[in-house]
């Protein structure tokens, strides 16, 4: 196996084809990255920007350039010596339009009849699959031997309707039942992906699916792609079964999933994969940039403006029964016919589900998250726990279909419950409320930072590491400016109370999450403040929802950030803090991105975040990127190093020069060491040796510039090293002032 130097995501669409990507990797390799990482390329709905709803798995994306602008990319990274990772998804395809998916299509036409019926998971009893997708006028016609409703096109089953035929009729001799939407969270009769009914799980446990939809994918490992990344393995009905089937024809290639590790959980030892796409890496890397001594500040500032008592568990609980009562009791009613004999097995399946601490278990390893969600089940609601206890030997049974589709269901839980609903409720501080994150942690020590690098270089050392993705809630560099506020809750608090008094949200959490907001990007388009607001509060689901907009509270959220930007008062204090956080935000912003690029594991850099990004969630952060720009400053820099300003050069430079030391010389970046400063502002140095690369790189700059600076602060080069950022050559002693006088990180490498 071939591993990466690196790797650099990029969000491939109809804006950005497979050959504006062949076009750039001119410039990726002069910036030192290891691999083009693609976003998904097969074939999805006509017009997705992401393509995580494939549609036809035997076929290049047409919107995207097609198998031939494929070749053509595949060619110019080989002729530049990158290679080549893919995105695939495995769990689901896209069925919002049926016509486009072959095999969805075949299978409304035939039933259980069709080749493809073994494809999905589909609950047969119900004798016809149900599809959500009528509005209140249901007018349907038959138009060219199809049924028709508004743009929707279905097939017709043989022989099921004639010239005059009543349409309702003919309706009700198909495969299919069209039903209002509203009915699709409780009646659907498939497996989807979490509570989109517009994707259809796939059954890739069949050995004879698995072989049909990972044809092209197979026939792509042969003729070059190097990588793959695994699009949520927990929806799979058994991951690590799927991931022995790939590595069938993917024995060489570098197989990364997207596993979502909570804090102090592993991935699984088993799994034959490299590790994850980096969350758990992200947490770290954020965590460290928080000052943990501010906490009981920050919690107390937090609670006296909000009124909010709770802690994030609280909420993650009320998010799940929420997501599990509400969008998905179509789940846990197929659970329960599996059960019968057991009365309130419904109630009691859908507890266990919130209960569990991890999206999923994996039996038999993961009994012990098992029986933890089964205790506390049956601990909240003892009116269950008779149901509960008969249902334990079951979902400890890892080859019974209830325990399976358990696993499913906590996955759906956790991530409907807590990264979409619960993390856009608990404010106290939103840059910990992040895709892996842990906001009941505030911040941790570089103690702790250093003995989860050792673990990771001992047992993940090939393992992906991020900082932004296409996931992520927002972008680096704006929660590297929130992670300023943990070091300053009393001036944090001179803007953030004014706003919630001279604003009228009537939910004063999501005023104080929307007042973080404002301060972690700083004043950019108010556009996109708006669409993000409008986004943050449907999804908390308290005040207003998607599908019930709340239109008078939405008017107070949205004259809140009209407020912020049009208000002479609130838009001084706003312009007064983001000048006030806008350096140390810089330092933060070089440290992360230096630690991360680093730190043990494989780093990916998302695309466009080698410069300043003030990115939120999507489809924020996948606006398209300058790359033109990039390329410019690109050429700039290789004559003439910047300094930190606000073009974001500096950010350009410090990762073109770790990527390409990474690149060059792995040799440096084969173990690790924790690096330890001594004097008055020791712990405001973060330093590893990664056995011939070494990092430093400033924590708390708010802290330490209020502290006097660096001081006497010292640190041991015991062999000659020069700093890839300046050039400047240093052994023995060193004041840590001097060693990053240009910028507040430092790249070393053994002096040649």
Known sequence: ????????????????????????????????????????????????????????????????????????????????????????????????HPIQNPAWWDVLRLGKDSRYASWFDIDWSRGRIVVPVLGDDARLAVVDGELRYFE???????????????????????????????????????????AITTLAGVRVEDPEVFSATHALIRDLCKTGVTGLRIDHPDGLRDPLGYLHQLRSFASQQWITVEKILEAGEELPRTWPVAGTTGYDAMREVNGVFIDHDHEVDSTALYQRLTGDRRTIADHIEAGKRLAVQTLLPAEVRRMAALAPEIPDAGPALAEVAIAFQVYRCYLPEGVADLDHALATAAERRPDLASAIDQLDPRLHDHHDDLALRMQQLSGAAMAKGVEDTAYYRYSRFIALNEVGGDPGHFGISLQEFHALQVSRQSHQPASMTSLST?????????????????????????????FLSSTTIPNRLFGYFLAQTLIGTGPIEPARMHAYAEKAMREASEDTTWTSPNPSFEAAVHAAVDAAYDDPRLRASWDQLDQLITAPGWSNS???????????????????????EDSLVDPDNRRPVDFAERMRLLEVLAKHPPGIDETGAAKLWVTRQALRLRRSRPEYFSGYRAIEASGPAQSHLIGFDRGGAITLATRHPAGLAAAGGWRHTTVEMSAPHVDMLTGRRWLGTLAVADVLASYPVA???PAQ
């Not at 006509?46 to 097609?66: A, E, K, M």
């Not at 972008?475 to 590297?480: L, N, Q, T, W, Y």
């Open 152 to 194: 929707h096109r279905f097939p017709l089953a043989p022989g099921s309707w004639s010239e005059g035929d009543d349409v309702a009729a003919v309706h009700d001799r198909q495969h299919y039942q069209l039903v209002h939407h509203s009915r699709g969270n409780s009646d659907i009769n498939y497996r989807r992906f979490f």
């Open 747 to 749: 790249l070393l490498a």
């Open 470 to 498: 296409h996931d992520t809630k927002r972008g680096e560099d704006v929660r590297a400016r929130l992670a300023v506020l943990s070091e300053i809750p009393e001036v944090w608090a001179g803007f953030a109370e004014p």
């Open 1 to 96: 196996m071939t591993l990466p130097a690196s790797t650099y995501r990029l969000q491939v669409n109809r804006r950005f084809t497979l050959d504006d990507a062949a076009r750039v990797i001119g410039y990726l390799s002069e910036l030192g990255v290891g691999a083009v990482y693609l976003s998904p390329i097969l074939q999805s709905t006509i017009g997705s920007d992401h393509g995580y709803d494939t549609t036809d798995v035997s076929r290049v994306d047409q919107d995207r350039g097609g198998v031939e602008a494929l070749e053509r990319l595949m060619t110019s990274a080989r002729l530049a010596g990158l290679s080549v990772i893919i995105d695939i998804v495995p769990n689901h395809l896209g069925i919002a």
């Open 590 to 612: 070089l440290g992360q991105k230096l630690i991360q690029l680093t730190m043990p594991g494989i780093p990916d850099v998302y695309q466009g975040t080698e410069l300043w």
